[in-house]
């Protein structure tokens, strides 16, 4: 069946918004992140972009290379919530959407055509997110996501793009292949010792040929360089969420070693999180008392991964959770509203070391074992329930600390 996939991305969303808080922003360069000497930048804009500023540079060399930009150490609880007011308005318009990100939204818009016409129903869509919100936003319409979002990137900024069907090929075919999703730097200098630097080039290899450089991951990208992409829209929904829980074999008043297993299941939860490139916007610890009366208490944040972040909201949540005397037979933690995002909504707190660290953590997990390292204050936890990976079903992790 033929589809008609839209893709919608705020410009220079955290940049946007700090023009929104203050207009004398408009214009200038204007570098988002940690503001210390060992920050680094979350977003710039398009003024400093000139300066060959990019984001995830360290802000030290951006200043540097710009020394005339305006700095501003970012606000994840203000760009939250012009996203959830940007989701708002595209749940209203549209039946069926995915939250890629933050700022970022497909929707599909297949089987509309009869009633209405898609591209001016897409413009329209624009249109009233830039009125209602001040903040600029693009789009691409086209038969798929890839060509959608790629759309996106050539009519920026402010602006739409639709390709019509049957020319996929010939948009994407002059193009760079960096602005092909999928392209990172390693594939992407691959490639460039083969002398392919365009779209085009990638289209005419040989499909057995890219195969045997980059295996199975280089069908996709072959596939994806020919227009071709049957990837699905994926219904976005605030009740998505991951979360664990245990109930103890004996019910304890041990409030230590409670506040001890949340933490360790906070820290892991983070871990999924960032292993599946997901941030939350909604956590919720749930407490059952040994007379089985259940409570629980949820809390809204800025969208994060960060342990360092959520570990002690999980605990303030827990203090005000935890008011009767009595023995508890379970805890449990649940993160929700979850979309897709890497540090970089963290970036405005961490520094490049405490960066690298989460990273270095993380790597380290991968290899030996959810649990292979953890804080100390959570090391007293043998177990802490049974763990999937969420985001792509993988069997649980053998904990490193279990006991058997
Ligand atoms: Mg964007």
Known sequence: MERTILHLDLDTFFVSVERLLDSRLRNKPILVGGISDRGVVAACSY?????????????????????????????????TKHSEVVTGIIKEGVPLFEKASIDEFYADLSGMDRFFGTYKYASELRKKILNETGLPISFGLSENKVVSKVATGEAKPNNQLKIDLGLEKSFLAPLSIRKLPMIGEKTNLTLRNLGIKQVKTLQEMPRDMIYTVLGKNGLTIWNRANGVDHTPVIPFSERKSISTERTFDRDTIDVHRLRSILTAM?????????????LTACISVKLRYSDFQTYSKQLKIPYTSADHILIPKIQELFSQLYNRRLLVRLIGVRFSHLVHGNYQINL??????????YQALDKIRERYGDRSVIRAASMGVNTIGRMTNPFNGDPPIILAHRKQ
């Not at 300066?51 to 203000?78: D, Q, W, Y």
């Not at 405005?348 to 660290?357: A, C, K, P």
């Open 266 to 278: 906070t820290e892991n939860l983070a871990f999924q999180l960032r292993r599946g490139e997901k």
């Open 47 to 79: 003024e400093a972009r000139a300066f060959g500023v990019h984001s995830g540079m360290p802000m030290k060399m951006a200043r540097n290379l710009c020394p005339e930009a305006t700095v501003i150490r970012g606000n994840a609880g203000t760009y």
């Open 348 to 357: 405005f707190e961490d520094t490049e070391e405490s960066i690298r660290l």
